[in-house]
Every structure is written in C-alpha cells, then in structure tokens.
C-alpha cells in the first residue's frame, strides 16, 4: 500500500486551492451582480461596492418588469430557444444516424462535406442573402433556419451512435423494425446523455443569440432578449419610463443594468442541474471513441 509523502499532501491541498479561486473567481461577477441589484441609491452612493445590502430592495427587477419591451424579448427568446432547440435536435438525430452506418453509400463524401464546412464557410454576405430570399428577414425564424444544425455537434451525435453495438440494430430488424423504428426506439432511449447535452448546447447558443439578431431583424417589437439587455446596459432603453419607484427604494441605473443582466442569467443556469448527471457522460462518449 502506498503512503502519502508530505510533498503529495501539499500538491493536493495546492490544487483545491486554486480550483477554490477559480471557483470564487467565477462565482464573484455573479454574486456582484445579484448585490449591486438589490441594492438602494444612497446605499450604493455611501458604501459602492455592494455584495451583501444592509437593506435590499427589489425596486430593480420591479422596474425591469414593468418594461413591455423586456417581456415581449423574453418571449421571444424562450420561444426561439424551445423551438429552435427541439429543431436542432431533431434534425442532428436523423442526419447523425445514418452517417454512423458505414454502410450508407456516400457516406465518406457526406462526411468531408461536413467537415469541410467546419473549417470554410461562404461569409456574412452570402448568408443574409440566403436569409433574405427565403423571406425570413424580420423574423424570428431567421434566429432558427439559419443555424439549425451544427456540424461540430452533429459529429459528436455521430461518433456517440457510431459507439452503440451494431447488433442492436440487427436484432431489431430480426423483429421487423425499420430504421425509423430501430432509431426512435432503440437508438434515442440509450443515446438520452448525447441527447442531453447537445440540447444544453444548443439551448445555450440559442439564448445567448446576439449577432444573428443584429444581422437579420430591425423591427425593435421582434428583438430577442439579448439585444434589449445591450440597450439597456448602454442606457439606450429607458426601463423607468413606466414604473417610478418610491422614495426609500430608489435605485440608480447601475442596479437596474445588473438586475437585467441577473434575469436572463438565471433562466439558463435553471435548466443545468436537470440535466446533470447526463452532462459530463454525454461529453466524454460523444467526444472520444472507443
């Protein structure tokens, strides 16, 4: 049995503390964030920096609320970030799965296709073209058609079924499945952790969408949530045009802006402990082949 040396006790007391700072080092801009957002003007006047309010108040998010600007975004962004990742995931599935037979004709040049696309693409240009002949200019599914499947998280789909055993499949077809049937009842329940983390992936992507909306709408009642969190950080939007906050809870923008960045913060880090114990296995299987 081997012991422990004083040298290997000190390297591992060495590592949790760094991996403690870089946990507080994360953790800190958020908690900042929720403190300065909770926090009354003439405290933030007399103290600055505030983690912990003596006296905290909601007036922020009250004010952040009343703007029919932000709640129509946040609706769009939900619905943009449900739908568009349902479609992501739907169609990564059915175009990951026969790219994992080695029996699909075609499959080496379908597959160079793929990558090839990974490292070259046509530009900004020729894609608002293709956005605007297709008619979704203005949209919100110019914020899903464009981007409905990604490459890099389609060869990861891939190489996780390309890991399932064939004979799954052969014994389906014994049974007289077909492929639809073999990929809907055998391949997805066994595939739930890839299935997991893509969607987190793509949800992700989806509610963090910041370009695309820049690019492709310029009807400010069709923004997503993102783009009206850029006006109001930038003090573009004036949020305290239909709510005017009582004397003692008075804030100043600074907390109104962290309020804003708070709330479409924790919408996405809700979903994440749903989806754990399927994050970490998806990522490792779908990465690395066996």
């Known amino acids: 049995m081997l012991t422990r040396t004083l040298g290997d006790k000190a390297g591992q007391w060495l590592i949790v503390a760094l991996l403690a700072l870089l946990g507080a080092s994360c953790v800190f801009p958020f908690l900042y964030a929720v403190g300065v957002s909770l926090t009354t003007l003439e405290e933030a006047a007399r103290r600055g920096i505030v983690l912990i309010p003596h006296r905290a108040t909601a007036a922020a998010y009250r004010e952040i609320f009343a703007n029919d600007m932000l709640l129509q975004s946040f609706r769009i962004t939900l619905f943009v970030t449900i739908v568009g990742t349902a479609l992501n995931v739907l169609v990564t599935t059915v175009t990951a799965y026969p790219l994992a037979r080695k029996q699909l004709p ?37 914020l899903v058609v464009p981007g409905l499947v990604s490459a890099f998280y389609l060869m990861i789909v891939k190489t996780f079924f ?6 799954l499949d052969d014994a389906a077809r014994i049974d007289g499945a077909g492929e639809l049937r073999i990929l809907l009842a055998v391949i997805v329940p066994l595939s739930l952790p890839i299935m997991a983390t893509v969607s987190l992936f ?4 989806h509610w963090n969408s910041y370009f695309s909306a820049v690019l492709y709408i310029n009807d400010a009642t069709r923004f997503p949530m993102q783009i009206v969190l ?3 950080l930038l003090g573009a939007t004036d ?3 239909e709510y005017t906050p009582l004397p003692e809870d008075a ?3 600074i907390a109104i802006q962290m309020a804003a960045v708070v ?3 924790v919408p996405i880090l809700l979903v994440y402990p749903f989806i754990q114990k399927y994050f970490t296995k998806g990522v490792l299987l779908g990465s690395v082949k066996g």
């Open 162 to 167: 390309e890991q399932l055993p064939e004979a």
């Open 106 to 142: 075609g499959r080496n040049a379908a597959l160079l296709y793929i990558v090839f696309t990974m490292l070259f693409s046509g530009g900004l240009i020729p894609q608002y073209i293709l956005v605007k002949q297709l008619g979704l200019l203005n949209s919100v599914w110019s």
């Open 230 to 232: 850029r006006n109001i």
């Open 251 to 253: 804030v100043n923008p």
């Open 263 to 265: 709330t479409t913060t």
């Open 202 to 205: 793509y949800a992700v992507d």
């Open 239 to 241: 949020v305290s045009a």
